[in-house]
């Protein structure tokens, strides 16, 4: 079993950074594959970006590329999303994922956090 918390979340201006943390705890980290997702009000999840355990593969939504980036610190069991540029449609409150998964990114995953809160004013 592996506990995700989410933190980093705030309201800024349009064209701030936040960076964005998804602690793990109950199991190490290794081998775990994690996505943040997002999910805006009256609109469905959507993936935002994907890291491999290892971090040697990163996967981002073409809605974020060149904003954000995803890294990790297995040492600490965290993965960071850095949000840079930040939009009014950024707003969202934001996930983090994770499953057991040693080579790559898998599609679905089986553990989530409780979400952290992004907002975004123009």
């Known amino acids: 079993q592996v506990q995700l918390v989410e933190s980093g979340g705030g309201l800024l201006q349009a064209g701030g950074s936040l960076r964005l943390s998804c602690a793990a705890s109950?199991?190490?980290?290794?081998?775990?594959?994690v996505g943040w997702f997002r999910q805006a009000p009256g609109k469905e999840r959507e993936f935002v970006a994907a890291i491999s355990w290892s971090g040697g593969s990163t996967y981002y939504a073409d809605s974020v590329k060149a904003r954000f980036t995803i890294s990790r610190d297995n040492a600490k069991n965290t993965v960071y999303l850095q949000m840079n540029s930040l939009k009014p449609e950024d707003t969202a409150v934001y996930y983090c994922a994770a499953r057991f998964f040693p080579a790559g990114v898998p599609y679905e995953y089986d553990y989530w956090g409780q979400g952290t809160q992004v907002t975004v004013s123009s």
């Open positions: 109950g199991r190490t980290f290794s081998n775990y594959a």
